[in-house]
């Protein structure tokens, strides 16, 4: 039998690791002498780079998780019936009992419920006053979620979402970059439309203003590399690159 290879949180082993990093790395190379903005870029063989930010995750990647149990308190909602004007583009938040409350149905208990369920109750309440109403709910921000921060930091751990956090509180939340940690190499997993992805981001960079400060979602991993992790992207890629615009990389298809 061949020898077991230590893997990460996320099923690679550490010389996996290594080479997508090397990989997002190269990639960079390649903004040199391009403007910055949203864009597909060359990479190893293989493997898909991308100029710009994370996106952020679908409602389904949300759900998917193990440990999503559906909507929960304080988390917002935006509700729509096609067609109705009035009852369209309506912000709701779950109330610390796992209710919302909506014209012409009342309150509604949501906790636990996935948004396609929502959808359907509410369909079921406005039958005696819309025709066929068609609804849809999408979950905006969420107060009860987790995401995870891990590497160089003082306090590692998992974390709720409150509001919307950004990567600088996420970062904060777990007290702060370790003594020999590297602002420079921060690195955002998340599944987006069912993909793996990965984010290098500079939080030097951001506190500059050179890009914005991303926004954390619920089942992100935040992983802080040290000194020798930012050194090997040294090796591959100029400072000024990885200043200009964060770097994507697809891990799954």
Same mark, same amino acid.
């Given at each position: ?47 898909? *780079?991308?100029?710009?930010? /994370? ?21 917002? /909602? ?12 309506? /912000? ?37 006053? *819309?025709?066929? =109403? ?25 974390? =709720? ?5 950004? /990567? ?45 400060? =991303? ?39």
């Amino acid at each position: 039998m061949g020898k077991h290879r230590k893997r990460d949180a996320f099923g690679m082993t550490s010389k996996g690791v290594n080479f997508a990093l090397a990989a997002l790395a190269l990639g960079g190379t390649v903004l040199s002498g391009c403007a910055s903005g949203p864009g597909r870029l060359g990479g190893a063989e293989g493997l898909e *780079v991308i100029e710009g930010a /994370l996106p952020p995750p679908t409602p389904e990647d949300i759900y998917a998780a193990a440990e999503f149990g559906g909507v929960g308190p304080f988390d917002k /909602l935006k509700i729509d019936v096609f067609g109705i004007a009035e009852l369209s583009d309506r /912000l709701v938040r779950v109330d610390a009992n796992g209710t919302i409350g909506f014209p012409l149905v009342g309150t509604v208990e949501v906790s636990g419920m996935t948004t396609s369920e929502i959808s359907r109750l509410i369909e079921t309440r406005l039958k005696g006053y *819309v025709r066929e =109403p068609q609804v849809t709910t999408n979950l905006e921000s969420s107060e009860t979620r987790t995401f995870t921060v891990y590497g160089e930091v003082k306090q590692p751990g998992v974390f =709720p979402v409150i509001g919307e956090a950004s /990567l600088m509180q996420a970062v904060a939340t777990a007290r702060g970059i370790a003594e020999y940690g590297n602002a420079s190499d921060v690195i955002v997993f998340r599944t987006v439309a069912g993909k793996r992805m990965a984010t290098l981001y500079n939080l030097d960079a951001i506190s500059r203003g050179a890009y914005a400060d =991303p926004r954390i979602y619920p089942n992100d991993t935040v992983v802080v590399g040290d000194d020798k992790a930012r050194r090997l992207f040294d090796d591959v890629v100029g400072v000024a690159t990885i200043l200009a615009t964060p770097l994507t990389i697809v891990l799954t298809r």
